[in-house]
């Protein structure tokens, strides 16, 4: 099937799957944009424009983290996406709509084997010292003489 532009067969999408929200099949659109963008920059030339669920799972957590920062969870959670597998979702209803193209070896299951939210999009924003607020026991500085 095909649609006479994004938007259509986002709300094409958005009909067929009521949980994902148009905003989150927009964003995921600018991931596959910059995915592709980084790509041509790089060293490594493609020949072809296709982008495998690695590539474009890889630039959706880039973007969403240069874009939201620590927000990045409520901000997915929001769009009704809480997993890789909820992109691989997006992805084929796009596909479904003629949004998006794909190869007879692209798999939903190919996203299902992506990264864990919590480790992508929390991970980075935790303090790396055991301590946030030392304690006058742990804290040689606020100790006093005697």
Known sequence: ????GFNEAVAIAVAQEEKYRPEG??????SLEATLKKRSKSKQKHTASHVSATELLEGFRLLALKEFGPMTPLVLEYWG????KDIGRMVFLLVEAGAFGRTENDSIDDFERGYGFHEAFVSPFLPTSPSICPTPENNPQSQSTR
Do not use: A, T
């Open 1 to 4: 099937m095909k649609v006479s």
């Open 25 to 30: 099949y927009q964003f995921l659109r600018e």
């Open 81 to 84: 996406i809480n997993s890789c």
